[in-house]
């Protein structure tokens, strides 16, 4: 599908089986960008693009976002997209993403400091969350070996918040060679969910 607000080379396009919603979407500020701690009353965030539908079997979920900023206009590297495959309950925030050279600062604001016993994985990845024992459940020792090998986790940052388990990049979203792949690593890590994590007291 082609983006029918774009043109030349910012146009994009989603896997099949996706299509536009017939009433608009609104998303909370936090699920629906990277930049969720850019709260400025300055800053102007519209969502547009929606798509939804059934891909492969699962629901899922895609957007851009624009950034404006009410005085001095768009801020095209502020732009970003978001994939997400809705979950069937409401889910504790759980973060997880590849750890970077700011960790020791982090940890010692108490930020990323949930170590799930793999050497490997404590070491790569970095993990924030609300409740760590949901966390624990969900990154069981299988799930964090899979991690370790999977390119998407090594490169991507991606969450569990609210309904959706998403994934949320700079940038407008690519053509289906890109999308997918993500797409399907987050279908993959919702399969690995252990069904008692889907339990209203979650």
Same mark, same amino acid.
């Given at each position: ?83 997400? +495959?809705?979950? @069937?309950?409401?889910?504790?925030? !759980?973060?997880?993403? /590849?750890?970077? &050279?700011?960790? #020791?600062? %982090? ?30 459940? +969900?990154?069981? @020792?299988?799930?964090?070996?899979? !991690?370790?090998?999977? /390119?998407?986790? &090594?490169?991507? #940052?991606? %969450? ?33 969910? @252990? ?8």
């Amino acid at each position: 599908m082609t983006n029918p607000y774009a043109s030349g080379d910012e146009q994009w396009t989603v896997p099949d089986g996706l299509h536009q919603p017939e009433q608009e979407e609104t998303f909370p500020q936090s699920m629906a960008t990277p930049h969720a701690a850019s709260t400025s009353q300055y800053l102007v965030y519209e969502h547009w693009g929606v798509f939804k539908g059934d891909w492969r079997g699962f629901p899922v979920l895609c957007f851009n976002v624009s950034v404006s900023d009410r005085i001095s206009g768009p801020i095209p590297s502020m732009d970003s997209h978001t994939l997400a +495959v809705e979950l @069937p309950v409401v889910c504790p925030l !759980l973060s997880i993403s /590849p750890a970077t &050279a700011l960790r #020791p600062v %982090r940890r010692l604001f108490g930020f990323g400091g949930t170590r799930f016993g793999h050497d490997g994985f404590d070491r790569r990845f970095q993990v924030d969350t609300s409740d760590k024992e949901f966390a624990r459940r +969900v990154l069981g @020792p299988a799930t964090t070996s899979w !991690l370790l090998e999977h /390119p998407v986790a &090594a490169a991507n #940052p991606f %969450r569990f918040e609210g309904v959706l388990l998403l994934m949320s990049n700079s940038g407008i979203m690519g053509p289906p060679e890109i999308v997918a792949p993500k797409l399907q690593f987050l279908c993959e890590l919702y399969t690995r969910v @252990p069904p008692g994590c889907w339990t209203a007291d979650t």
